[in-house]
């Protein structure tokens, strides 16, 4: 049964098993760095349907069954599917889902959402409120840039410190037992604000709240950096990176450098793909978590990993009434095999 560790921490005891997991991409994120990791390469960012938000519904999907697919079990051995997105009232995940026939709770942590739907499944299948849970979720360059800035069609210019929300999506399935990376630890992030109300400063806005939740971990459990290979970010791009750093060496005497891992700088040739800060969107952090990273945990390359999602919990309203923006970051440990 999962044991609470301080105000923030759960230790699962029975340390739950990612049997199997995917990440699809579309075409720009498969011209990327990564372009072998991933399971499926969509060229068409329509993946054949007549909008954007019913293409991301189909990528979410995609990813979901894959996983499904590669853990060996059927759509009726789910007990619970864990799932969210950034476009409004999650539809990305509930239209996308709808006819899998899997009991399902929708989760809003903006871009944090695949750090927070593992951590959910973790805790259901170590708790035995599930004997199986998949983790899931998804963000489309296109349907996230006509929700939260501008049409395509309007042609702006984007900032030097503009992320480049990924069109992709990640699904792990997570059983009781069995073959696979384990999910040891799991801690909920707090919000912060830090008033930042640049909608392209996305970095700058999450940064502070992944210092917050690595530093409550560290804190919670009396574990040193030491013990881990990687630090891994969902999405603060090359700004927010730096200023994780720098906030985590003044304010908490932690010194990640040399082992900090960003999912945003990762998933594109920053300087040849036109991305300025690097990647973002749920989806950034799912694609390459599921695959490079899982990839490497179970070959034992890697032994140890912290994966943490950050998420701006901002919305077209709140952003429209002159709003700061609220950040969280939800972290995961995740082991080798």
């Known amino acids: 049964m999962p044991e609470k560790i301080g105000r923030q921490t759960v230790?699962?005891?029975?340390?739950?098993?990612?049997?199997?997991?995917?990440?699809?991409?579309?075409?720009?994120?498969?011209?990327?760095?990564?372009?072998?990791?991933?399971?499926?390469i969509f060229e068409d960012g329509r993946m054949g349907e007549d909008s954007w938000e019913k293409a991301e519904s189909a990528l979410?999907?995609?990813?979901?069954?894959?996983?499904?697919?590669?853990?060996?079990?059927?759509?009726?051995d789910i007990d619970m599917l864990f799932a969210g997105d950034l476009l409004g009232?999650?539809?990305?995940?509930?239209?996308?889902?709808?006819?899998?026939?899997?009991?399902?709770?929708?989760?809003?942590?903006?871009?944090s959402t695949m750090a927070l739907s593992l951590a959910m499944a973790g805790v259901f299948v170590d708790s035995n409120a599930a004997k199986t849970a998949v983790a899931a979720t998804s963000s489309h360059f296109c349907s996230?840039?006509?929700?939260?800035?501008?049409?395509?069609?309007?042609?702006?210019q984007r900032p030097p410190q503009a992320q480049w929300t990924a069109t992709a999506a990640g699904a792990a399935v997570v059983e009781k037992e069995g073959k696979g990376v384990t999910i040891e630890a799991v801690t909920y992030g707090k919000i912060c604000d830090m008033g930042v109300t640049d909608a392209n400063n996305m970095g700058a806005a999450m940064a502070p709240a992944a210092a917050d939740t690595i530093a409550a971990y560290f804190r919670e459990?009396?574990?040193?950096?030491?013990?881990?290979?990687?630090?891994?970010?969902?999405?603060?791009?090359?700004?927010?990176?730096?200023?994780?750093?720098?906030?985590?060496?003044?304010?908490?005497?932690?010194?990640i450098s040399g082992m900090h891992k960003?999912?945003?700088?990762?998933?594109?040739?920053?300087?040849e793909q036109d991305v300025n800060s690097?990647?973002?969107?749920?989806?950034?952090?799912?694609?390459?978590?599921?695959?490079?990273?899982?990839?490497?945990?179970?070959?034992?390359?890697?032994?140890?990993?912290?994966?943490?999602?950050?998420?701006?919990?901002?919305?077209?309203?709140?952003?429209?009434?002159?709003?700061?923006?609220?950040?969280?970051?939800?972290a995961v440990v995740l082991k080798g095999v």
Request: hydrophobic letters at 35%; a neutral charge.
């Open 11 to 40: 230790k699962l005891k029975e340390s739950p098993v990612i049997i199997a997991s995917a990440g699809v991409v579309g075409k720009k994120e498969g011209d990327g760095p990564l372009k072998n990791e991933f399971d499926l």
């Open 60 to 76: 979410q999907r995609a990813a979901i069954e894959k996983a499904i697919e590669k853990s060996g079990k059927a759509k009726e």
């Open 89 to 111: 009232q999650s539809i990305g995940s509930t239209f996308g889902v709808r006819g899998l026939g899997i009991p399902f709770a929708g989760l809003f942590g903006a871009c």
């Open 144 to 156: 996230a840039e006509r929700q939260f800035r501008l049409p395509l069609e309007y042609g702006g």
């Open 221 to 255: 459990t009396g574990e040193s950096l030491s013990e881990f290979d990687h630090i891994v970010t969902g999405d603060l791009g090359a700004i927010g990176s730096k200023l994780l750093a720098e906030l985590l060496n003044s304010e908490h005497r932690l010194d």
């Open 262 to 271: 960003d999912c945003g700088t990762m998933l594109y040739n920053i300087d």
């Open 278 to 330: 690097g990647g973002s969107g749920c989806g950034c952090s799912a694609c390459v978590v599921c695959t490079h990273f899982m990839r490497r945990l179970k070959s034992g390359e890697l032994k140890k990993i912290l994966f943490v999602g950050t998420g701006a919990l901002m919305s077209t309203v709140s952003s429209q009434q002159g709003e700061s923006i609220p950040t969280v970051a939800h």
